[in-house]
């Protein structure tokens, strides 16, 4: 059994046809198992032909981990092996049992680690070495004509302009109704917390030099123009939180899996 690394897809697609035009630079096969293939463009078709699944990276690698799983169970099952065969089944689904064991293992970590406390929070904040911000976003297509653009950024100073009129504080609402930003537009265009070079260079250099409660001009970047906000922590102290823990728990499990493999002396085979 072999499991190929599927192409990232990094923009909502909304077709077949734009899925195979995203896949058409990578590798013909996505997965391959019992001695079949599944192809990109299969695969591509299945998520398109399904309304409520989100051309995400996870979804097509869930789907072809499922391929994977259920072709190596039907050719067991051509062998001669059966439903009964208890083995057979835990072998079929291994994915889904070391996901589980993981997922157990895993909770056992988090409850020796130590909470944060609100110092931590607080000196983390101010330290700005990570942070959260709110974002409004115009999108601006790539080949936009210099009166769309005119238009889109005309948009973004009129929303501009109602931002600071009120220091800030709607600006969730306006996100709600204005962003075109899927990923944040129902959150108020709060975004995750995160460290420096998680976003696209013009949005990262205007985010990084504002203050607590500081708001940016209209950022021009490849997506269009954005509006951004550091909110201070009073206001995001519980989501800050939340982001931050997530953070460290990242970094600790990054740190014991390396020293697993240190210790055990585990080496990955080309």
């Not at 169970?73 to 049992?97: C, H, I, T, Y």
Request: net charge positive; aromatic share 8%; charged share 20%.
């Amino acid at each position: 059994m072999q499991r190929l690394g599927l192409a990232l897809v990094v923009m909502a697609l909304a077709g077949c046809g734009a899925l195979r035009d995203a896949f058409s630079a990578h590798p013909r096969v996505a997965a391959t198992a019992a001695g079949q293939d599944l192809t990109v463009q299969q695969l591509a078709t299945w998520v398109a032909g399904v309304k409520r699944i989100q051309p995400k990276v996870q979804n097509f690698a869930g789907l072809a981990a499922v391929y994977v799983d259920y072709m190596v169970f039907a050719a067991q099952l051509a062998k001669g092996r059966n439903m009964d065969d208890s083995l057979l089944v835990l072998e079929a689904n291994w994915p889904a049992v070391a996901q589980l064991k993981w997922n157990r293992f895993h909770d056992r970590l988090l409850a020796a680690r130590a909470e944060l406390t609100p110092a931590e929070i607080d000196s983390t904040y101010l330290a700005g070495t990570v942070r959260l911000f709110q974002h409004l976003l115009i999108q601006v297509p790539a080949s936009a004509a210099p009166p769309l653009v005119e238009r889109k950024r005309a948009l973004t100073e009129q929303l501009l302009h109602q931002v600071s009129a009120q220091h800030g504080a709607g600006f969730a609402a306006l996100a709600r109704r204005y962003s075109e930003d899927p990923g944040s537009k129902s959150s108020g265009g709060y975004l995750s917390v995160a460290a420096r070079g998680q976003f696209v260079v013009p949005f990262e250099t205007a985010a990084w030099v504002l203050e607590p409660g500081g708001i940016s001009g209209a950022v021009r970047s490849p997506f269009g123009f954005h509006i951004i906000r550091r909110p201070p922590l009073a206001e995001v102290r519980d989501s800050f939180s939340a982001g931050l823990a997530r953070l460290v728990t990242q970094h600790l499990d990054s740190v014991y899996v390396d020293s697993l493999a240190t210790r055990r002396e585990l080496r990955v085979k080309s």
